[in-house]
């Protein structure tokens, strides 16, 4: 069955930096892109970005170019988002997400979130 | 950017109520946009994609309607797991979500 497990949770101090990781498996990690998706509390869901896992390109949202990363390792079928300059509004539950390839993006399955707390 | 609107923004409902929610885009967007719900504490799910397609398990109660800049997401009797935040998702040439219509029991 289609899974993709994330990366435990982080507490990191403003202005570092966190590398989340979306491990997949149960399908073709190339055939389909990855996307992240991010929850703040009493916000709503927010897009940051794809990556295509066939071939590494990025798009990423505006709100996050300049400050975010993505990169994937077909070997281990495993996506990365990094964010850096983090202040304490990327508190949030980031989320990996597959695209279903199929008129237009939209994700048919997800990980189960990596809780981000920025603090100092 | 296309911008995506929901209203309302929360209702209440009781058990067995017609719900309806709308997502209005700023430009067309033909048929791209999608449907989610969320529950505290889980990854959101999709519910229905191309506008008016029923993701494989959902519950037939779930249904999408619209085209263009109108959307409509309706759920024909609710249920006590229905409880959630829904959100729209546009794919067209961009992507971005709606900001959240939380469903709350009457």
């Known amino acids: 069955q289609v899974q993709l497990v994330q990366s435990g949770a982080e507490v990191k101090k403003p202005g570092a930096s966190v590398k989340v990781s979306c491990k997949t498996s149960g399908y073709t990690f190339t055939g389909h892109d990855i996307s992240w998706v991010r929850k703040a509390p009493g916000q709503g869901l927010e897009w940051m970005g794809w990556?295509?896992?066939?071939?590494?390109?990025?798009t990423y949202a505006q709100q996050f170019q300049g400050r975010v990363t993505m990169t994937k390792d077909s070997s281990t079928a495993t996506a990365y988002m990094e964010l850096r300059s983090l202040t304490p509004d990327d508190t949030a539950i980031y989320y990996c997400a597959r695209d279903r390839e199929s008129f237009g993006k939209h994700f048919d399955y997800w990980g189960q979130g990596t809780l981000l707390t920025v603090s100092s | 950017d296309i911008q995506m609107t929901q209203s309302p923004s929360s209702l209440s409902a009781s058990v067995g109520d017609r719900v309806t929610i709308t997502c209005r885009a700023s430009?067309?967007?033909?048929?791209?946009l999608n449907w989610y719900q969320h529950k505290p504490g889980k990854a959101p799910e999709l519910l229905i994609y191309a506008a008016s397609t029923l993701q494989t398990g959902v519950p037939s109660r779930f249904s999408g309607s619209g085209s263009g800049t109108d959307f409509t997401l309706t759920i024909s009797s609710l249920q006590p797991e229905d409880f959630a935040t829904y959100y729209c998702?546009?794919?067209?040439?961009?992507?971005?979500f709606g900001q959240g219509t939380k469903v709350e029991i009457k």
């Open positions: 998702q546009h794919s067209y040439r961009s992507l971005s």
């Open positions: 990556i295509s896992s066939f071939s590494g390109d990025t």
């Open positions: 430009q067309s967007i033909t048929r791209y």
